[in-house]
Nanobody, 118 residues
C-alpha cells in the first residue's frame, strides 16, 4: 500500500510565497514522474508542474518563472516552491506520482488548499 501525504498549503497575500511538500510512503521500488495539479472551484483539474526521474521539469505557462518543482529521491518527496502568488493561483493542489513496486501505478495525494488574497 502506498500513501501520499501533502503539506504546506495555507492562506497568503498576493505576492507572497508558499512551499508545498508531498511525501510518499509504503511499498515503493522506484518513483517515475512526480507532478503537481490544481483544481479551482468550478474548473477542471490542471497540470501545474512535473519533474521526471532525471530532473527534467515542465510547467503550465501561467506559473513559469514563479513556481519551481523539485524532488528528493532519497525521501520520496516532491516540492513545489510558489512565489509571487496571485489570487488566480487559489485552488486545491494535488500531487501525483507514478510508482513502481510489483507493478507501476499512479497515486494521488489528498489535496492541500492554497488561498491567495488580494
Amino acid at each position: 500500500q502506498v500513501q501520499l501525504v501533502e503539506s504546506g498549503g495555507g492562506l497568503v497575500q498576493a505576492g507572497g510565497s508558499l512551499r508545498l511538500s508531498c511525501a510518499a510512503s509504503g511499498s515503493i521500488s522506484s518513483i517515475n514522474t512526480m507532478e503537481w495539479y490544481r483544481q479551482a472551484p468550478g474548473k477542471q483539474r490542471e497540470l501545474v508542474a512535473g519533474i521526471t526521474t532525471g530532473g527534467i521539469t515542465n510547467y503550465v505557462d501561467s506559473v513559469k518563472g514563479r513556481f519551481t518543482i523539485s524532488r528528493d529521491n532519497a525521501k520520496n518527496t516532491v516540492y513545489l516552491q510558489m512565489s509571487s502568488l496571485k489570487p488566480e493561483d487559489t485552488a486545491v493542489y494535488y500531487c501525483r506520482m507514478i510508482i513502481r513496486y510489483q507493478y507501476q501505478a499512479q497515486y494521488w495525494g489528498q489535496g492541500t488548499q492554497v488561498t491567495v488574497s488580494s
